[in-house]
C-alpha cells in the first residue's frame, strides 16, 4: 500500500490550521503542521513532506524569507511551496512566485480550488522527479552518474558537519577495461558494465 501524500501547514492561525486539516485529510492528505517559520523549517528538514502550505506572515519571519532560504537548499528546494495568505496586491503575488513558491493561494481558500492547486503543484513535482532521475543515472547502467554525485556531496558533507557525524567517498575504476573493448568490441564491454 502507497504511503499517504504528506503535506505541511506552517500557519501560525489555529483557525486557518484546523480549516485546511480539514479540506486536506478528507481528500486523503496525510497533515504535518508548524506554527512558526523555525517550527516550519525543522519539519521540512526532518520529514521531507511531499508539499507545503505557507503563510506570508508568521510570528517569526516572512513566508518569503523562507521561501528563498529553501530555495538555495539542495535537500528543500524541489519540495513544492504553495503561499496561502490574505494578501492581496498582484506585487505580492509576483514577489512570492519569484522568491520560489510554486503557486498562490487567498485565504480562506475555496476548497475545490485548495485541492485543485495542490494536485497540480504534486503532479508536476512527480515530473520533475522523473526528469531529474533521467538526468542523474547513466543509461547503460542505471547507476547514478557524475552530475549526481556532484549534487550530492556538498548536500552530504553538509549533513556530516550539521549533525556532527563522519562522511566518507569511495572511488571505484576497472583495471584493463580497454582491453575488453579492443578484444571483444563495445557491446561486449556494454555487456560487462552491466553485469
Not at 15 to 36: H, P, T
Not at 65 to 86: G, K
Not at 145 to 160: D, K, L, P, Q, V
Amino acid at each position: 500500500m502507497a504511503e499517504p501524500v504528506r503535506i505541511l501547514m506552517v500557519e501560525d492561525s489555529v483557525f486557518q490550521r484546523k480549516f485546511l486539516r480539514l479540506q486536506l485529510e478528507s481528500n486523503g492528505y496525510f497533515v504535518l503542521e508548524a506554527a512558526s517559520g523555525a517550527e516550519g523549517e525543522l519539519e521540512m528538514r526532518n520529514s521531507q513532506p511531499d508539499a507545503v502550505l505557507l503563510d506570508w506572515d508568521l510570528p517569526d519571519c516572512k513566508g518569503p524569507e523562507l521561501l528563498q532560504r529553501w530555495a538555495h537548499d539542495a535537500e528543500l528546494r524541489w519540495i513544492p511551496v504553495l503561499m496561502v495568505t490574505s494578501r492581496t496586491d498582484p506585487k505580492d503575488i509576483f514577489y512570492a512566485l519569484e522568491c520560489g513558491a510554486v503557486d498562490f493561494l487567498r485565504k480562506p481558500a475555496e476548497p475545490v480550488e485548495l485541492i485543485a492547486r495542490l494536485r497540480t503543484a504534486l503532479r508536476i513535482k512527480g515530473l520533475q522527479e522523473q526528469l531529474r532521475e533521467l538526468a542523474v543515472r547513466d543509461p547503460l547502467t542505471s547507476l547514478y552518474n557524475r552530475r549526481h554525485f556532484m549534487e550530492r556531496i556538498g548536500a552530504e558533507f553538509s549533513r556530516a558537519q550539521r549533525t556532527g557525524s563522519n562522511c566518507s567517498c569511495a572511488l571505484l575504476d576497472l583495471d584493463h577495461f580497454k582491453k575488453i573493448n579492443d578484444t571483444y568490441g563495445h557491446d561486449m564491454g556494454d555487456l560487462v558494465l552491466q553485469q
